[in-house]
C-alpha cells in the first residue's frame, strides 16, 4: 500500500471518529490542537486503525509524546503493512 493509500485512509478513519482532517499536515500530532481527543476516542481510533489497516498497534510506541505526528503513524502503519 502507498503512503497515498495510507493517508488517504488515515483521513477517513479520523473523520468517521469525527476528527476534522481539514487541512491536515503531516507534522500534526495527535492529541494536540486540531486532533486532540479525550481517552475514549483514542481507545475507538486506536481499534479502528487496527482494523482499518490490519495491524496491531502499540500505543506507547505510536502516539507518545515524541513520535505522535501523522507522519510517524504513517511511517508506523507501512512498517506494520509490511509484516
Same mark, same amino acid.
Given at each position: 500500500?502507498? &503512503?497515498?493509500? =495510507?493517508?488517504? +485512509?488515515? +483521513? %477517513?478513519? /479520523?473523520?468517521?471518529?469525527? =476528527?476534522?482532517?481539514?487541512?491536515?499536515?503531516?507534522?500534526?500530532?495527535?492529541?494536540?490542537? +486540531?486532533? #486532540? %481527543?479525550?481517552? %475514549? #476516542? *483514542?481507545? #475507538? /481510533?486506536?481499534?479502528?486503525?487496527?482494523? $482499518? *489497516?490490519? =495491524?496491531?498497534?502499540?500505543? &506507547?510506541?505510536? *502516539?507518545?509524546?515524541?513520535?505522535?505526528? =501523522? $507522519?510517524?503513524?504513517?511511517?508506523?502503519?507501512?512498517?506494520?503493512?509490511?509484516?
Amino acid at each position: 500500500m502507498s &503512503r497515498e493509500e =495510507i493517508l488517504t +485512509k488515515l +483521513k %477517513i478513519v /479520523l473523520s468517521d471518529n469525527n =476528527i476534522s482532517t481539514q487541512e491536515l499536515k503531516m507534522e500534526d500530532r495527535i492529541g494536540y490542537g +486540531k486532533l #486532540k %481527543i479525550d481517552s %475514549i #476516542k *483514542f481507545m #475507538k /481510533l486506536m481499534v479502528d486503525l487496527e482494523n $482499518e *489497516f490490519n =495491524i496491531e498497534l502499540d500505543y &506507547r510506541e505510536t *502516539f507518545d509524546e515524541h513520535s505522535n505526528t =501523522i $507522519e510517524h503513524l504513517v511511517q508506523y502503519i507501512e512498517h506494520g503493512n509490511r509484516s
